[in-house]
């Protein structure tokens, strides 16, 4: 990913790309359906990387499984880049987990930047105090081979009802996680930021007491004078 | 709303409210399935305005639609009474939001006493930083376009399963929000700090270690007794 | 339940007892969809009792019932023994209260272990500052008569769709609950307490930066060495 | 049961016993969500009789519980009396079967009345073609022991939503099933015949292209007038 | 509505007429998870005229207000124009009825096209022997005062997650019920025809053994080649 | 697949079939929540050749993409082997069409056994007079373009939440489909041989008037007895 772009991305938020991807007539790249366990980080910003699990059969998925190193969730998890978002398909199911707290740390450790499934995670109260970006449903304390079987890794998925293809750049922040299709990514990140800009003057000026209409959009003339003079005042 | 009816209405929790609802056969009054965003602030209490969303359609919901300075979800914000409670029919749909941060922030500043929806809100992070209550059922930061139409402004709607008129006596506190009839809302209220008068007898004495059988109802002659000393202790 | 069983208990995490239980063939012993309303304490532990709701007729279910000392939900709460866990199916249906804030307290003091629901509780935000561990779905302000009818006492039930039986052993930490068959919670308990060991010493080593390939499991022969180094060290 | 009640019952439809319930304040007497495999069959009508299943825990239901004669379910095939209706709690879960065709037929052939479960039934194609009023969710070919265990004979349960007490009145017909309480099951019927002569007479008449207005209900004094004119050249 | 497009709309399927709409950017016009109780019918088609439901109050909804002339569902049963199709918004909630036999039937007598809701009809048995398209989710035997309240005729509605405008052209077969807005009626229409004549085509050819490559669509010049002729044989 | 494997499982149920995967602890093989379009067929017997879809991104599935040759969807449908049963995974939504009548009939022209979706088919009442097993969840009229990507042919997949891998061997009848793994399809095929051969037995003497206990399972040393006579006698 362009340095540019990541760093614009650390500083807009979800619902704002959202918007951004909106005006490109897509509609569903907003994982529906997670939320964060450590709130108060900065932006989650990477290049998907993704596994995919499907129904667990019982006689495929007996604890001695892990014991393979060729597992996929465990070759996952050693070889997902630095930087990478980790994507997990579980269709949706928290009944079991998606991993633990072992392996988020190992992640986190290799300088992963984020992981994220529409399934849960098992040790969760110790995920949420590792400074790590980490989005599921629901907790979830089963371990995975109860109902999950990996199956692919790096392969196009589905994730809370978002199509996630490897590369695509995944954003999160305290409200969800959102996937910009590769090759908008730069358009959209500087969107976003010119957007955030704009919010960020809105907001103020409501927070002193103008109306919305005129300003949010900017129909109003004076709107748009007034934001230029405060973008210059701002230096932004 | 009658300002005694209001000041009693701060100082009672939904589930009184609930119940002294349940009593004259109103059951389905509790909006379900939603939370505050940031659940340490005083009562939320007001009439209801509503807003009415239906299913988008991709030709009437184009970015341009807010230009419109009577877009009914703009129209709405800046026509909500002060005082009033904001409700939202989001046909319990959080895949897009219902508003966002610099709408909610224009209720605040206009003195709207606090907002609800069934579906979720956008910029979630910053909502649950304003001290104003908001309620939703969980993040959304995809725009309302994605999804709902806004199409009636204070008409009856349905939020959370719950009938809401116009000008009905809404409640919120740390566990949700209630929707009382407005011809009942005087006696409603006073009933209500009543049973919280005895409510938090109760509670001390079960704090004390005294069995609830005879106390809670108070069909023990000696709990009615007590209940009567410790008002008049209390000056209650 | 044997006191060693019960510190050993008081001392593993839920997701570990899983394990346990899934390398025994139970797979679904975990109460789904259950979240702690005051997430910092210790674990709980403790004999399932248990309360059993079905519909609410409404001519059953007027507020009058709890005149009744023999009303179930109410003798259940002044006979459950000091120790054990509350146990309620609320078929997962959490539209009204499993019981309030006042119950609650009174089981806290008389010296029970804990709560469990897989509705929910009204007065959340009271019972949320309470020092007693109480898991639900999610807040439910209505009077449980509204949806509930308490109807049996400490017979075998569903919570959460996991099977729960009296006397079975039930252990709640900061992600939920699990439900440990009586004649297993001994072994399991002994087992849990050694995995955790195990566990700890993986979590140290992949936060010193050593890959989870070999160590966890620990098919590796030095793994197995260094873990048995490091338990001499820790006196573990 | 009265047999002229249930003669009455045999004559009128769930619909119309839905609304006398309902005037008397009963709102969830219909079992929710359950269709009959073989629509074209008389009403179903008899008491209620119960069985009640909990989650299955693996160890206790192997394939050979079945060999225990007094397996739960088993022994309720054997025991429900003819003329009943047996009704199964299954928790609205339909992943495995309440029960095949074998018991069933043992049912129909003993007599009983027919049977209602709110989750599935195996063998459903057979079941089909029995001459006996069966109402589920859907067809369900895994063996009830991969999900539920029966644990309860003649108890109070919920099915479908829906309070059962052990001899309420159960009948079925081409649209669900409906429970009356026991104690109302006379005035019930009677009031349905009632009705039930009404709503013919409507029905006569609105195809014949009169206006629903003044007539349902009889508002226009004309209405009541041909409605008797009516009844007398009918004899009914 | 046109004529033609009436005609044009009688000959071809709900699914022809959702790619048509697709290719206009039209995601949601299919009314989800209704289907029709008589499904040997001709199509049915007519303008949008709608009814909205909103959650029942107890209070204002008792038996009784159905003696008001005005009551919103007795008053739209009188006043939908012949030829429309009567569309209820209800929520998606099938606990309730939305309508019962007799309106169905007057409804019909009065030369309406059809009836949708995305709730549940009573008397659904009888109503599937009338010679009239309805389309519903399931049966629901209790009266709509149980759950729904009437509150606006002709109004935009949702039903289904479709938005629903009066004067939208309402189409159903046997597969369900695809909502096309006015101003695209006739284009729709004609483009659908002729996309039913290529499908024929393609169907027989396929009958007849040919691959679909080159053919669905007709990337092979020799599809296109052999599509003329069997138009001008068919005389289509 | 052998060809006395597929003869032997055309003449016995999904129902057994899961009884005797489930004796060999494989809970999970029963597609949930799909049925048959046209109940009345032979049973349905091949070996999976499967279907992945994932969540659609708009600017991936315009209408256009259909020209390609080499779109997995009709790839997928040219290749699968006669004599498959063709599975797609369509994580369990049915709001788009997993595929249309023209694309089932050409499965059926090149001499496929079926097919199966955990979404539904568009064109579902021409599907249903086919003489062709297919199974869905229900009528979906839109495009599977408005939902789905076809992503990937022949690997391993979820469809209904049970594990499908290629080769497996699948069967359908009146009920539904059941996953057999590959390496156990002989022996489970014999063995629910010989199950429906005892069942046919008991099914026969319940007719006749016998009680289950004893005969079913047959712990009675008098059945067993009775049972050989029986197959002595119809030579089975």
Redesign the interface.
């Known amino acids: 990913m362009n340095p540019t772009t990541k760093q614009q991305l650390m500083g807009v ?3 704002t ?3 951004a991807l ?9 994982i ?2 997670v ?1 964060p366990l450590n ?1 108060g980080l900065p932006n989650m910003v990477g290049e998907a990387y993704t596994l995919r699990y ?6 495929l998925n007996t ?1 001695e499984v ?2 393979n ?1 060729e597992h996929p969730q ?1 070759k996952a ?2 070889e997902c880049p630095p930087g990478a978002v980790f994507v997990i398909d579980s ?1 949706k199911d928290a ?1 079991a ?1 998606s991993a ?4 988020v ?2 992640l986190m ?1 290799r300088g992963v930047a984020g992981i994220v499934t529409d399934g849960g995670f ?4 110790d995920i949420a105090r590792l400074p790590f970006p980490v989005y599921h449903q ?6 995975n ?2 109902v999950h ?1 990996a ?2 890794i790096n ?4 994730c809370g ?3 996630v293809f490897p590369g695509d750049v995944v954003v999160g ?4 996680v ?1 996937v910009i ?1 590769a090759h908008l990514a730069d358009e959209v990140a500087a969107e976003a930021v010119e957007m955030t800009v704009f ?1 960020d003057f ?2 103020e000026k ?2 002193e ?1 103008r ?4 300003l ?2 900017p ?1 109003d003339e004076q709107s748009r004078v007034d934001f230029a003079a405060w973008r210059r005042a701002k230096g932004r």
Request: glycine content about 10%.
């Open positions: 938020s979800t619902a790309l959202c918007t909106f005006k490109r007539g897509l509609h569903h790249q907003f529906q359906g939320l709130p499907m129904p667990a059969r019982e006689d604890i892990f014991k190193r465990r998890v050693e269709r009944r987990a633990g707290g072992i392996l740390t190992r450790k098992r040790d969760s109260p629901r907790p979830a304390a089963p371990t081979l109860t079987q199956i692919d392969v196009p998925i589905g009802d978002a199509p922040d305290g409200e969800g959102v299709p919010e809105v907001q409501v927070m007491g109306s919305i209409l005129g949010y959009p129909t």
